[in-house]
Each structure stands twice: as structure tokens, then as C-alpha cells.
């Protein structure tokens, strides 16, 4: 660009430059020239920074040995810390009868339910059960509980299965949703 303004000048005859209009006009795209190389790479500063790793809503990639966090390679004790229906603003109706129970996962894909006080249906026929499967080929984790009441007349359950999304050594976190994104999560913790 700043050799076709050069071009310019040198192709414009005398009488032309009349009061010095050529050469301002030749200046001031100059100084627009300069200008919009500063512009172009402070927006590419702010795209790049503003796209941090933290942002990354794609899906985790767990290997078996990501899998010891889960269960102490043996088996390891959770407790629920919230059942969420909408993650960012709706605790499930069924989140009180939840997070009183204890949540043991072993290595054979097993979670053992020790079902607390507080009952998410009447009575004391509650079935509370739970399971974890690893696809390895996909590197995914993912929980089914179900919980239920078998009466005489009555059977009543709720069933769900949910993606590991999130896995530490203290907190954990199965959801529909993706990261940062949560839909219905169950969020555990362990001491």
C-alpha cells in the first residue's frame, strides 16, 4: 500500500499540487496506514486472551487411571453436596432426600447406597441404587441412579444417568449439561 501511494506522487503533475492538497491527502493516508496495523493487532490480542483454556466447554477424556480419583482403587466414600436440577439457579425437588446419603464407589462399576434418614418417597420401602460405567474408547464416565418405592398398589421411581464432567480428588461433578454449561448435576464431595 505505501508503494501506490508513492506511485501517486510520483505520476501527479506539478500543477496538481496546488496549495500542498496532494501531499496532505498523501499524510493522512500515511498516518491511516500506520494506525490500522496497532488496531488489527490489539484485536487479535483481546480474541486470543479472551479464549483461555478456563473456557473450554469441550468434554473431558478420562483414562482408567483417572478412574483412582473415583474410587481410591478399591472403593471410596462420597457424599452428595447438591442435586441440580437447572445448575445455575434450581435445586431439585429431590435434593434433601439425596445429599443425606452416603455414596461408596467400588472398582467393579458399583456404588453402594447408604440411603440417610430423609426419604425422597413415603415409607420405608425405598430402593436406592446406583452405577457407574467407563467407556474407554471414549474416555467417558457415566453414573446411573435410580431411585424408587414399591408399594401394593404403587410403584414410583426416578431413573436418570449423567456424564462425569468434572473429576478431582475431592469433588466431582456428573451432569447433562457440558462445562460451565450444567444442566441437571449431581455435585459430590469427599473428605
Known amino acids: 500500500m505505501l508503494f501506490s501511494v508513492q506511485l501517486a506522487i510520483s505520476l501527479t503533475p506539478p500543477h496538481m ?9 498523501v499524510k493522512k493516508t500515511l498516518f491511516m496506514s500506520k494506525l490500522k496495523l496497532p488496531i488489527i493487532l490489539t484485536f487479535l490480542l483481546i480474541v486470543f486472551t479472551a479464549c483461555s483454556k478456563d473456557d473450554d466447554t469441550s468434554n473431558e477424556i478420562y483414562t482408567i487411571e483417572d478412574l483412582d480419583l473415583l474410587h481410591n482403587n478399591s472403593s471410596k466414600i462420597w457424599e452428595l453436596e447438591a442435586y441440580y436440577q437447572n445448575y445455575n439457579n434450581w435445586l431439585s425437588d429431590q435434593n434433601d432426600c439425596l445429599i443425606d446419603d452416603i455414596y461408596i464407589f467400588k472398582t467393579d462399576n458399583e456404588v453402594e447406597v447408604i440411603s440417610g434418614n430423609e426419604n425422597c418417597y413415603y415409607g420405608d420401602s425405598e430402593i436406592a441404587e446406583a452405577s457407574y460405567t467407563f467407556y474407554e474408547e471414549e474416555g ?11 408399594t401394593d398398589e404403587i410403584f414410583s421411581s426416578t431413573f436418570f444417568t449423567l456424564k462425569l464432567i468434572e473429576l478431582e480428588e475431592d469433588r466431582m461433578v456428573f451432569s447433562s449439561g457440558n462445562k460451565k454449561d450444567y444442566k441437571t448435576a449431581l455435585i459430590f464431595v469427599s473428605n
Do not use: A, D, H
Open 17 to 25: 499540487k496546488k496549495n500542498g492538497i496532494i501531499i496532505e491527502t
Open 140 to 150: 467417558s464416565v457415566w453414573l446411573t441412579m435410580t431411585r424408587g418405592e414399591i
